[in-house]
């Protein structure tokens, strides 16, 4: 399989127009690797056909239904809760006439649910619910005083299958169990070792797989078994007039994992010019 490999989708973003477009003109299937409640209604609505979220795999999220939503009328909230549209558009939750939370909806829609957040009486974050665009729940977010302690991530049953966990605000656990017996099966000690291991299981010797950004896109492949392309969408020298860190550890062979940097010509020849070892590049057609 062809796939490119992007972070998030952020439709409004040039990252997402330049990853957009390498797809269409190449064929690629879409891997996204961030989570994301509303992966499936995005693609609907970039009409992009082919695509898979990591988090989906995981936890077996792999089938949507695209005519469905939450109304919020249906919302699962405590029995006796008053629900108030405001002006600024948020849905404010009370109960007894106090203040208990809020609810968001999905952008266009007026009335699906995509996040119900539950306050403490300081106002603070106590628990807050993602919902997918097909209505069903995605996540659970526990917090302590405000502060971040467990994230579950759910599958169709509403079991958790990953979980991250959190100290000080800081991200610092990340599990896979069972749904049904809640035995770790694996458990990574932060979230890009978590995301580049996953990624490294999904992917085979067969597959080959394009990222356009230096960032976490292609650290995600550190231990993935695939073909690993560059196709180099940023200038590669930076604001001080050196060689991108990244490109230039690629270029030399020290980041194994990328065996292809494709560029245009310009990037090319900036390279040549500093006697960069250009080996491992491609020079493709200038959009």
């Known amino acids: 399989m062809r796939y490119e490999l992007v972070n998030g989708v952020h439709t409004n973003t040039d990252i997402w127009q330049q990853e957009k ?4 003109a190449d064929n690629l299937h879409l891997l996204s690797i961030a989570s ?11 009409g992009i056909k082919h695509a898979v979220n990591l988090y989906d795999v995981i936890t077996k999220r792999t089938t949507y239904d695209p005519d ?9 909230v405590p029995t006796g809760t008053n629900i108030l549209m405001n002006a600024d558009g948020f849905l404010a939750l009370e109960y007894d006439g106090a203040p208990i939370g809020r609810m968001h909806l999905y952008p266009g829609t007026n009335r699906a649910v995509k ?24 996540t659970q977010l526990l917090y302590d005083e405000g ?18 966990y959190y100290y000080e605000n800081v991200l610092n656990y990340v599990t896979i ?22 990624v490294a299981q999904f992917l085979t010797v067969q ?24 196709r180099l969408s940023e200038d590669p020298i930076d604001q001080q007039g050196e060689v991108r860190g990244n490109l230039l550890g690629i270029l030399n062979d020290d980041i194994a994992y990328i065996q292809e940097v494709q560029m245009d010509q310009a990037a090319y020849n900036a390279l040549a010019l500093r006697n960069i070892n250009l080996s491992k590049a491609t020079v493709i057609a200038d959009d």
Do not use: W
């Open 21 to 24: 477009k390498v797809l269409e």
């Open 36 to 46: 994301a409640p509303n992966f499936a209604g995005t693609m609907r609505q970039q």
């Open 68 to 76: 469905d939503y939450l109304f919020f009328n249906r919302a699962p």
């Open 115 to 138: 996040e119900i957040d539950y306050f403490n009486p300081d106002g603070t974050n106590d628990l807050i619910e993602e919902y997918a665009t097909d209505g069903r729940q995605y």
């Open 147 to 164: 502060k971040p302690q467990e994230f579950q991530f759910l599958n169709l049953k509403k079991q958790p299958v990953i979980r991250y």
């Open 177 to 198: 169990e069972d749904p049904e017996t809640q035995d770790v099966l694996e458990h990574y000690d932060n979230l890009g070792e978590f995301v580049s291991r996953q």
């Open 207 to 230: 597959d080959q797989v394009t990222v356009c950004y230096l960032g976490v896109e292609m650290m995600a492949l550190r231990y993935a078994p695939s073909h690993n392309i560059l």
